[in-house]
T-cell receptor, first 116, second 112 residues
C-alpha cells in the first residue's frame, strides 16, 4: 500500500495564479483532511471530508476550495493564490470510528507551496 | 490562549538521558489525546495515544491529567534517532465535527 500520497511535492506560484493539490489514499478511509503548517503555529485544519461527495470547513478555510468526488481522492484548490498561502500543506486520512475519537490520522508527505 | 500549548524547546539532551515534555489543553470536553512525532521536513506520524490511566510503549510513557488539563510524554534512555519534534494533539470536542487540534510542537535534539 502506498498509504497517503500528495502531488505535487513542491510548487512556486505567482500571486493570483490558481492551482490544485491532489491527495490520494489507498486505505479505504472515510475521512480525509487538508492542513497547513506554518512555523510556530502547528497544523491548522483547512477543510475536511467525512465521505465521498461531502466536504466541510475547518478553522482556516478562506481562499481554499475542496472536492471529494471519489472516496480515495481529496483535492484542494487555490483559486487566486496570495503570499499568505505560502506554507506546507499536508493531507491526512482516517477511518471512521465510533464513540471517542480514538482514530489515527495518516499523513501524506506534504506539498511545499511558495507564492511570490 | 492557544487550544494546545507546548514549550517549543529545543530540549538538548545527551544520549541515554530521560526527558519529559508537557502540554496543556484548554477544552475540558476533549476526550482523545495523542502524541505525534514529526521529523524535519517530513509528515507527522502517530507516536502513541494517551489513555486516562497512563500508558507505556517501550521507552515512551504518556500521562494524562484531566483535572489540570495537561498531557505529558516521558522518553527514557534517549537515542539519537529520537531527535524530532513532538506534537501534542487533542480532539476538538463539542464542535460536532471530527477534527484534531495540534500543538506547535516541542523540538528534541539528542546529542552523542
Amino acid at each position: 500500500n502506498a498509504g497517503v500520497t500528495q502531488t505535487p511535492k513542491f510548487r512556486v506560484l505567482k500571486t493570483g495564479q490558481s492551482m490544485t493539490l491532489l491527495c490520494a489514499q489507498d486505505m479505504n478511509h472515510e475521512y480525509m483532511y487538508w492542513y497547513r503548517q506554518d512555523p510556530g503555529m502547528g497544523l491548522r485544519l483547512i477543510h475536511y471530508s467525512v465521505g465521498e461527495g461531502t466536504t466541510a470547513k475547518g478553522e482556516v478555510p478562506d481562499g481554499y476550495n475542496v472536492s471529494r468526488l471519489k472516496k480515495q481522492n481529496f483535492l484542494l484548490g487555490l483559486e487566486s493564490a496570495a503570499p499568505s498561502q505560502t506554507s506546507v500543506y499536508f493531507c491526512a486520512s482516517s477511518y471512521r470510528s465510533q464513540g471517542a475519537l480514538k482514530e489515527t490520522q495518516y499523513f501524506g508527505p506534504g506539498t511545499r507551496l511558495l507564492v511570490l | 490562549r492557544k487550544e494546545v500549548e507546548q514549550d517549543p524547546g529545543p530540549f538538548n539532551v545527551p544520549e541515554g538521558a530521560t526527558v519529559a515534555f508537557n502540554c496543556t489543553y484548554s477544552n475540558s470536553a476533549s476526550q482523545s489525546f495523542f502524541w505525534y512525532r514529526q521529523d524535519c521536513r517530513k509528515e507527522p506520524k502517530l507516536l502513541m495515544s494517551v489513555y486516562s490511566s497512563g500508558n507505556e510503549d517501550g521507552r515512551f510513557t504518556a500521562q494524562l491529567n484531566r483535572a489540570s488539563q495537561y498531557i505529558s510524554l516521558l522518553i527514557r534512555d534517549s537515542k539519537l534517532s529520537d531527535s524530532a519534534t513532538y506534537l501534542c494533539v487533542v480532539n476538538k470536542a463539542g464542535t460536532g465535527r471530527r477534527a484534531l487540534t495540534f500543538g506547535s510542537g516541542t523540538r528534541l535534539q539528542v546529542q552523542p
